[in-house]
């Protein structure tokens, strides 16, 4: 059984399939090109400029965090510039905290698949995001906090410490009803349809 995480800071281990989120191409089968909102106190769109998406299966994570000093304009200014850079075909990771009407508001006019990084909204912004046909993405510390029906899997992992992925798998499982092994199949394949895999 292949697992997925959709959203870690190192390499995967061996028999997962990971989107690998770093402020610099790195090697790995899939990786996702890294600026944090903070990245908006500095020169905006020298951020934006410098950002170099070749080779990244995807965008972020990027996004808009209210618990920052960085006023939210600023924020959005940076936002939008990188979505403008990357452009409409490369998926898109959003870390969003206590901002989902201007994220909404920047994602509107918007056609990049997003996934929406350790989503930890209302039960109605979480349909309004599904609604949307956005992924909603949970680590355990959501999974254990949450219960929304829908959703795939991240361990946001930061090191290569071990991360139990089989009990992680396991959990989620078992709050949605199905064996293990289909709930990998299920995010295999809706990992390759939000990274535009080609079969
Ligand atoms: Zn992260």
Redesign the pocket.
């Known amino acids: 059984m292949m697992y997925v995480d959709f ?3 190192c390499a995967p281990p061996d028999g997962v399939r990971g989107l690998v ?1 770093s402020p610099a191409r790195i090697a790995v089968p899939f990786f996702s090109i890294q600026r944090l909102p903070d990245a908006a106190a500095e020169d905006v769109l020298a951020a934006a400029a410098g950002l170099d998406v070749s080779g990244a299966a995807a965008l972020g ?1 990027v996004g808009l965090d209210r618990r920052l000093a960085v006023p939210m304009a600023r924020q959005i200014e940076l936002l939008e510039a990188l979505l403008d850079r990357a452009g409409g075909d490369l998926p898109v990771v959003i ?1 969003c905290v206590r901002a989902y009407p201007e994220l909404n508001a920047v994602l509107k006019s918007r056609r990049n698949r997003i996934l929406l ?2 989503f930890n909204g209302s039960p109605e912004e979480y349909r309004r995001q599904r609604d949307a046909g956005r992924l909603i993405s949970q680590s355990p510390h959501e999974l254990a906090t949450r219960n929304f029906e829908d959703f795939v899997l ?1 361990s ?1 992992a ?1 090191t290569d410490a071990f991360f139990d992925y089989a009990a992680f798998y396991l959990m989620a499982a078992e709050r949605l009803g199905v064996e293990a092994e289909l709930l990998a199949e299920r995010m295999n394949r809706r990992f390759d349809e939000f990274i535009g895999v080609k079969k």
């Open positions: 959203h870690l800071h989120s994570e870390h990084h350790r991240e946001d930061e």
